[in-house]
């Protein structure tokens, strides 16, 4: 789909599922970011603060969500996103992205979206108002 | 134990949307779209220009809120909003700042939690609002504790 316009209240954009997360994921999400919090790449550090072993930035999953988004950036762009982070997204988790339309007004199009793990459990949770021009 | 810090504001600071730092940024999101990376695809757009993701502020530079100590370790971030006027484009300069918008407790299953509610902003250099931002950071006891100690 090239455009917004063709898709309907209640339809869903075309999920993303992505690849399992690999600490090099992270480590490039730290370096790209700034954010060098060692509970996303360093497994001692990790253990430290009470957790399995290391967990992704909840940033990371947050941007990864938006690319649902990206396709469309010549007929709008994102006016707001808001998500909650639920859950924690671990080492070789397999996350899928999801977006729903939920209403058109005024040209403007809100979405319910979510990151999703391989156990069906909700990890980020929100929505998106993409504002046509 | 962060009420007294509520209404304070960090000192504005220049960040410029770099290039180099928006593509580093998109491929770490797995993102790398022509639109934020390649010149081409930026100049033909109706932007003229690449612009840059949505989450990419965190990126920025948002300066130091005075007397605002935060535990380096241990916080939870809990919500993410951002609100945009427009996308924010490759090569323009934004003035980023702070502000402490909220604090409170709340007594949960985990003993008493505290959520800080930091608002960001970034300006054209005219002055002009372009984004907003708002993070929720969640304090556990725990954390709190040892900051007491």
Same mark, same amino acid.
């Given at each position: 789909?090239?455009?917004?316009?063709?898709?309907?209240?209640?339809?869903?954009?075309?999920?993303?599922?992505?690849?399992?997360?690999?600490?090099?994921?992270?480590?490039?999400?730290?370096?790209?970011?700034?954010?060098?919090?060692?509970?996303?790449?360093?497994?001692?550090?990790?253990?430290?603060?009470?957790?399995?072993?290391?967990?992704?930035?909840?940033?990371?999953?947050?941007?990864?969500?938006?690319?649902?988004?990206?396709?469309?950036?010549?007929?709008?762009?994102?006016?707001?996103?808001?998500?909650?982070?639920?859950?924690?997204?671990?080492?070789?988790?397999?996350?899928?992205?999801?977006?729903?339309?939920?209403?058109?007004?005024?040209?403007?199009?809100?979405?319910?979206?979510?990151?999703?793990?391989?156990?069906?459990?909700?990890?980020?949770?929100?929505?998106?108002?993409?504002?046509?021009? | 134990?962060?009420?007294?810090?509520?209404?304070?504001?960090?000192?504005?600071?220049?960040?410029?949307?770099?290039?180099?730092?928006?593509?580093?940024?998109?491929?770490?999101?797995?993102?790398?779209?022509?639109?934020?990376?390649?010149?081409?695809?930026?100049?033909?757009?109706?932007?003229?220009?690449?612009?840059?993701?949505?989450?990419?502020?965190?990126?920025?530079?948002?300066?130091?809120?005075?007397?605002?100590?935060?535990?380096? &370790?241990?916080?939870?971030? $809990?919500?993410? %909003?951002?609100?945009?006027?427009?996308?924010?484009?490759? +090569? #323009?300069? @934004? =003035?980023?700042?702070?502000?402490?918008?909220?604090?409170?407790?709340?007594?949960? &299953?985990?003993?008493?939690? $505290?959520?800080? %509610?930091?608002?960001?902003?970034?300006?054209?250099?005219? +002055? #002009?609002? @372009? =984004?907003?931002?708002?993070?929720?950071?969640?304090?556990?006891?725990?954390?709190? &504790?040892?900051?007491?100690?």
């Amino acid at each position: 789909m090239n455009s917004l316009s063709d898709l309907q209240e209640g339809k869903s954009l075309q999920v993303i599922q992505l690849k399992p997360v690999s600490r090099l994921d992270l480590i490039k999400y730290a370096g790209a970011s700034g954010d060098y919090n060692p509970i996303h790449t360093i497994d001692e550090e990790a253990r430290k603060a009470g957790l399995p072993g290391i967990i992704a930035h909840g940033m990371w999953t947050m941007g990864n969500l938006a690319k649902l988004f990206t396709p469309y950036y010549h007929e709008g762009f994102v006016k707001d996103y808001s998500v909650r982070f639920i859950g924690k997204v671990f080492l070789n988790d397999v996350i899928t992205l999801k977006a729903t339309l939920k209403e058109k007004f005024d040209q403007q199009y809100r979405f319910d979206v979510a990151a999703v793990n391989q156990h069906d459990s909700e990890v980020v949770k929100g929505e998106v108002i993409f504002s046509k021009y | 134990m962060f009420e007294q810090h509520i209404g304070k504001c960090s000192n504005k600071v220049k960040n410029i949307v770099e290039r180099g730092a928006v593509k580093k940024f998109a491929e770490a999101i797995g993102d790398p779209h022509p639109i934020f990376i390649d010149e081409e695809t930026g100049k033909k757009s109706r932007y003229q220009r690449n612009i840059a993701p949505p989450t990419f502020p965190r990126v920025f530079d948002f300066g130091v809120i005075d007397g605002l100590n935060l535990p380096k &370790k241990g916080l939870i971030h $809990g919500e993410q %909003v951002f609100h945009y006027v427009r996308p924010l484009i490759v +090569g #323009e300069e @934004i =003035f980023c700042w702070l502000k402490v918008e909220d604090y409170v407790e709340k007594t949960g &299953k985990s003993g008493k939690m $505290g959520f800080l %509610v930091l608002k960001g902003f970034g300006e054209d250099p005219t +002055g #002009e609002i @372009i =984004f907003t931002s708002k993070q929720t950071i969640i304090i556990t006891e725990a954390v709190r &504790k040892e900051m007491i100690v």
